[in-house]
């Protein structure tokens, strides 16, 4: 059974994202002085008093978007309208009705039953004799809220949850897999999105940077519930132009940490840069099982073959050679079901444990294929035996007799053999050395 979805709703700067980050108990979404931080629908699922809903955030409704994107806004708003089963109608407490917030009821208007009306920076006394005005719109008397200072907080939780009673009692399904699309403007996350969930749910436009947010898309494969995050694209660092975009970066890279798998999105029509380096960087500090996605495939496969290019990206991103190619046209959907079975299959190896004996028998081989050679002025290291000790990732503890002995080429020629010999060939592995004095030292 589908959860019931909570939308909240309202003209420029009346404080839904505060608002919704008050029912989600976390700066979930982005919130900022300026008109239009939110574009896209926004969502999580939520708990309120053990009923749970789908919460979404939308734009300002009116909002003169200084990217020209008004009408993708609007969409996006009234799909929210649309799908939703328990409108929350914001207006600012302090201003009083304004010309935006009629047009606002105008476009609830047939959908009255479902309207509950939230006066919101209502954070003094003598505001709430204020907000009987709010009656005119036609959707009863405003229950008062300060998002900001906590006012009336409790209140409108129970309301809520008292208002979608009976159909949001059933626990949510947890998503079997997450994965977070990440790469420089203009990649194609949000088409690849999309294309994904089978609906315009996020904004496209050729205008960069039109992602703020990090936005959570749930769509169901193979009757599995998956969770797409489309998240903001990422530009050299001294162009970042205001908070806004800052803030986006650095929800992309919590994105990455709570995904199960990246798709490292490439565009295809032009040459890898910096961004990409510098995220490839990113991904392998987080040990994220990573796809790399080479979208726009259709723009750019009359000027090289796959392999020369699958070559020139482990050029160019060598501290990714383990991760698999996928060459993919999100605006046409070629390959998108085969790239989701890759990461699943990734996914699976990410959360795979392996025997000791088995693990013992593959560090045994590396050594006697290369017997490793020590830094200069240390002993040669000696291993003792390995274990492993987590998934996701995969981590190893090797036992060494000093582990500062063992050199970086070392540690790559044995990762490059456990993916070769263990069931890790396309993850990155967490190799830990820890040092251990043999029997014999310890008889001395």
């Known amino acids: 059974m589908p959860l019931p979805i909570v939308a909240i709703v309202g003209r420029p700067n009346v404080g839904k994202s505060s608002l919704f980050n008050v029912f989600t108990g976390r700066r979930t979404s982005i919130t900022e002085s300026t008109p239009g931080v939110t574009r896209d629908r926004v969502t999580t699922v939520c708990e309120l008093n053990e009923t749970y809903c789908e919460l979404v955030d939308t734009g300002g409704h009116g909002v003169v978007d200084r990217d020209d994107l008004s009408e993708h806004v609007e969409r996006q708003i009234r799909f929210a309208i649309d799908q939703a089963d328990l409108i929350l109608f914001v207006v600012d407490g302090r201003e009083g009705v304004t010309a935006l917030d009629r047009s606002t009821a105008d476009l609830l208007r047939r959908r009255c039953e479902r309207v509950q009306l939230v006066a919101n920076k209502v954070d003094e006394p003598h ?52 994965i977070a699309l990440i790469g420089k403007r203009n990649a194609g996350k949000s088409t690849f999105v999309n294309a994904l969930a089978g609906e315009q749910r996020v904004i496209v436009s050729e205008v960069p940077g039109t992602t703020r947010d990090s936005i959570d898309v749930r769509f169901e494969r193979d009757g599995r519930t998956l969770v797409a995050i489309d998240t903001a694209g990422v530009r050299k660092k001294n162009k970042i132009a205001d908070d806004i975009e800052f803030y986006a970066h650095t929800r992309a890279a919590a994105s990455i940490h709570r995904a199960d798998v990246i798709l490292f999105l490439i565009d295809s029509t032009v040459p890898v840069g910096q961004v990409d380096k510098r995220l490839a960087h990113t991904v392998v500090a987080s040990y994220k099982p990573c796809i790399l996605v080479v979208n726009k495939w259709d723009l750019a496969k009359h000027r090289t073959a796959t392999e020369t290019y699958g070559n020139y990206l482990m050029e160019v991103l060598p501290q990714l050679d383990f991760a698999p190619v996928a060459f993919t046209s999100a605006q046409s959907g070629r390959n998108m079901d085969s790239t989701v079975d890759l990461a699943s299959s990734l996914f699976k190896q990410s959360r795979t444990r392996v025997g000791t004996g088995t693990l013992n028998q593959a560090l045994r081989e590396a050594l006697a294929k290369n017997t490793p050679s020590a830094k200069r002025g240390r002993k040669i290291p000696k291993f003792y035996y390995a274990t492993q000790i987590a ?18 080429d070392y540690e790559r020629f044995l990762l490059n053999r456990f993916r070769e010999r263990l069931p890790f060939g396309e993850i990155p592995i967490r190799l830990i050395f820890r040092s251990r004095r043999s029997a014999q030292s310890r008889s001395e």
């Open 127 to 178: 505001l709430d004799t204020q907000v009987g005005e709010f009656i005119r719109l036609g959707f009863g008397e405003a229950v008062t809220v300060s998002a900001l200072h906590g006012h009336g907080r409790r209140e409108l939780i129970d309301l809520v949850a008292e208002r979608i009673a009976g159909i949001g009692d059933e626990e949510p399904v947890e998503p079997a897999m997450k």
């Open 391 to 408: 998934t996701q990732p995969p981590t190893i503890v090797i036992f060494v007799n000093a582990a500062s002995s063992v050199t970086q």
